[in-house]
């Protein structure tokens, strides 16, 4: 039996998108199938798109080395296909003397992750760069970033496009089987609901892909990691920025706190904060901003509540529940759960827009082109 096509992508965020181009990229006829009408409606639209550095990470983890080796590749790629970008920098702020061995210990991780590039600063070098700044001591961060996401994930649609892949959207895809023949049936629903069979199979489905792995009969002992939902709303400020780099306060555990970015255009925005929540739940709680402020002000004192205004709310997938351990990126090939050609990626949160073009690497490499199976009756 012969596949419809050999390589599928259930997801068009930045992370599906990546590994599209890099499947396409290594000669793969490919397909992504979305199903939103618009690529990149999820995680990958609704996050602070900031370029990180690779600094909090336990050294050797996936998250650690996927975003180090994703951050040079992302920078080159945008210079490459002009899509917006800045090396804006970012300061790591201890806002009491209490935090600066935790200062230093982020320092020293950093430093095993790759990350050379971080320079210590005291209270007063720290506010002659950013002079609303209230802080003990800093590190400053110049590699981090900033990026047009948007941008970025059309760019590598075109780049898929452009090697004779296609993005299906308003495709939602309901259930996976494995045929006979070594195939995977893709039941799909939508504006045409029908199928569509595949012999590689990648899982970038964020926020959904455990249960869409979980309808796929998985033998051997193997278990499909639980997906958890943790929502953050953001607050934007009106008028002008009060920094020209993003402020990181300390962070607490897998949180990097409240923390001020600012956007290509200039914009000042602070978020996101975490709530654990049952079911994806996009809404907005307006009543929350008074836990907003008091964080704040712990490392911008000026702020003027007035100017702030509720902007949008992201919804993280997570690999634990709250207090749990933070675990890795799980991202599981044939020697996790013994399918040929099947590559399920779960947990894909931060750093994951950052480290999305080496997490393409990465899944290329684990689907290196393999020749079909050919029956008894074909020898």
Sequence with gaps: MTADIESVVI????????VARALAEAGHEVMVLEQHALIGSETSSRNS???????????????????VRGKELLYRFCAENDVGHARCGKLLVATHESQLPKLAAIKATAEKNGVGDLEEIGADAARALEPELACAAALLSPSTGIIDSHGFMLALQGHVEARDGSVVLRCPVERIERTGAGLYRLATGGEAPGAVTCRNLVVAAG???????RTLSLGGGYSVPETYYAKGQYYALSGSSPFRRHIYP???GAWLGLHATVDIGGRCKFGPDIEWIPEID????????????????????GLDASRLHPDYTGIRPKLYREGEPVPDFAIHGPERHDLPGLVALYGIESPGLTASLAIGEMVAGMLARRRPQRRASEL
Excluded: N, W
């Excluded at 997801?11 to 990546?18: K, N, Q």
């Excluded at 996009?282 to 004192?301: H, T, W």
């Design 282 to 301: 996009y809404g907005f709680e307006p009543g929350k901003l008074a836990q907003f402020l008091a964080f704040i002000r712990s490392y911008y004192p």
């Design 49 to 67: 798109e900031v370029i990180h550095a690779g600094i909090y990470y336990p050294p050797g983890s996936l998250r650690a080395t996927l975003c």
């Design 207 to 213: 926020l959904h892909a455990s249960g869409l792995a």
């Design 11 to 18: 997801g068009a965020g930045a992370v599906g998108l990546a």
């Design 250 to 252: 300390m962070p607490d």
